[in-house]
């Protein structure tokens, strides 16, 4: 079975510009979540989609959206990119529709925000 | 909200048994987990305890639950290079999959 692809694996952009990230979690599993990751906050909670919904949302700003598709493919959007910004952004998709934390995990897609 | 901390860093020799700390703060958490992370990867679910359990034993991994201290603790048995990786105890708060980690535990094993 093939595991959480994300991708783009490594990106780099300016303050100002926006981006995108996409994430296809594992076949049969409908909740997609997302976390931030950087040397100085650690792992940090973005937000979490089942069946096309949000069902919970970290404390980010509004610049930080996502979406998921019918097909449990889920993307993620920054706007008005900051130097903090820069972050090992994970994916990770869960089979379980109740609140285990039973998650597998992408590789990641680094953005360097210059 | 819920807090989770670790040590930093941990180094062991090879062969020996690694034993990682972690406290949270929340004591309704109803499982608890650890995570690895090897260099240039995403996490990898290690294991998992129920609330009500107080040992959990899977091959070399032993994890441990002291509900009334509110600590978790994770023992590799016979250590190997290969367990080299950031560890992560993490806990449950807010619902739908939304978890809070700590740190992470950097484990560093010599020959």
């Known amino acids: 079975k093939a595991g959480v692809t994300q991708t783009p694996r490594y990106l780099i952009k300016t303050r100002g510009q926006q981006v995108t990230l996409s994430c296809s979690p594992i076949?049969?599993?409908?909740?997609v979540s997302w976390y931030q990751q950087t040397p100085g906050q650690g792992l940090q909670f973005l937000f979490e989609?089942?069946?096309?919904?949000?069902?919970n949302k970290g404390n980010f700003p509004g610049r930080f959206s996502g979406r998921q598709f019918s097909n449990s493919r889920s993307e993620m959007n920054v706007s008005t990119l900051e130097l903090g910004d820069s972050a090992l952004y994970l994916c990770?998709?869960?089979?379980?529709?109740?609140?285990?934390?039973?998650?597998?995990f992408g590789e990641g897609s680094r953005l360097t925000v210059l | 909200g819920e807090d989770v901390e670790q040590s930093l860093f941990l180094s062991v020799r090879e062969g020996d048994s690694s034993v990682i700390n972690c406290t949270y703060t929340d004591s309704s958490s109803t499982y608890l987990y650890w995570y690895k992370q090897e260099p240039g990867a995403g996490l990898q679910l290690l294991t998992y305890?129920?609330?009500?359990?107080d040992m959990k034993q899977d091959q070399r991994l032993t994890v441990l639950l002291n509900k009334k201290d509110k600590h978790l603790s994770l023992r590799i048995a016979d250590t190997q290079t290969g367990d080299s990786a950031i560890y992560f105890c993490?806990?449950?708060?807010?619902?739908?999959?939304?978890?809070?980690f700590g740190a992470g535990t950097r484990l560093a094993v010599h020959p």
């Open positions: 990770a998709s869960s089979s379980m529709t109740g609140n285990t934390g039973e998650l597998f």
């Open positions: 989609y089942f069946s096309e919904t949000q069902r």
């Open positions: 993490a806990a449950p708060s807010g619902g739908y999959n939304k978890l809070i």
């Open positions: 076949s049969g599993h409908r909740s």
């Open positions: 305890i129920f609330s009500n359990m």
